[in-house]
T-cell receptor, first 116, second 115 residues
Framework: GAGVSQSPSNKVTEKGKDVELRCDPI?????LYWYRQSLGQGLEFLIY????????KSGLPSDRFSAERTGGSVSTLTIQRTQQEDSAVYLC??????????????FGEGSRLTVL | AQSVAQPEDQVNVAEGNPLTVKCTYS??????LFWYVQYPNRGLQFLLK??????LVKGSYGFEAEFNKSQTSFHLKKPSALVSDSALYFC?????????????FGSGTRLQVQP
């Protein structure tokens, strides 16, 4: 597709359940980012993938959160044993790496997670 | 460490008037600075960036921003606001020379342009 695609767009789950959120980046983009946007707050960095390098996981809030990127393309963010404070919009972005394109991220429309 | 502050939760301006959305940053090193915009029910979109060179950078939709190193600021401006500019604006920073490639975003400023 032409843009970053995220699924599901909305997810309602019960506390304690596991959830998986998917991101399909723009073809050819080597960098992929996950951010979290909570109501009334800014974007919180979660994790960053760049090519075959080890991901930057420094933003993951706890060991219940993990992400992988298979084949340098699609990424899945997994939240285990969800808590109510995990409720947020999870945003994925992709970009070309470096050079004149530095910092120009293309965002998906997000996956809204509600934990009851 | 790197951080961004957007001191105003909301900015109100009348259509046709100039607008300013404020941003200050804190980094150890030289910064890359960015503005992104989030329209209602839409994803974030890149607006403009400062990498190096001229302190005044121009971006999409008539927006511009001025990098001020001494004041560590990167305020977003537009000479004449439109109602359609009403949206949520985010400032972001990345340090130029370190391994951390992810952008750090501010908390956002909601711009409301009244007709």
């Amino acid at each position: 597709g032409a843009g970053v695609s995220q699924s599901p767009s909305n997810k309602v789950t019960e506390k304690g359940k596991d959830v998986e959120l998917r991101c399909d980046p723009i073809s050819g983009h080597t960098a992929l980012y996950w951010y979290r946007q909570s109501l009334g707050q800014g974007l919180e960095f979660l994790i960053y993938f760049q090519g075959n390098s080890a991901p930057d996981k420094s933003g993951l809030p706890s060991d219940r959160f993990s992400a992988e990127r298979t084949g340098g393309s699609v990424s899945t963010l997994t939240i285990q044993r969800t808590q109510q404070e995990d409720s947020a919009v999870y945003l994925c972005a992709s970009s070309l790496a470096g050079g004149p394109n530095t910092g120009e991220l293309f965002f998906g429309e997000g996956s809204r997670l509600t934990v009851l | 460490a790197q951080s961004v502050a957007q001191p105003e939760d909301q900015v109100n301006v009348a259509e046709g008037n100039p607008l300013t959305v404020k941003c200050t940053y804190s980094v150890s090193g030289n910064p890359y600075l960015f503005w992104y915009v989030q329209y209602p029910n839409r994803g974030l979109q890149f607006l403009l960036k400062y990498i190096t060179g001229d302190n005044l950078v121009k971006g999409s939709y008539g927006f511009e921003a001025e990098f001020n190193k001494s004041q560590t600021s990167f305020h977003l401006k537009k000479p004449s606001a439109l109602v359609s500019d009403s949206a949520l604006y985010f400032c972001a920073v990345r340090v130029m020379d370190t391994g951390r490639r992810a952008l750090t975003f501010g908390s956002g400023t909601r711009l409301q342009v009244q007709p």
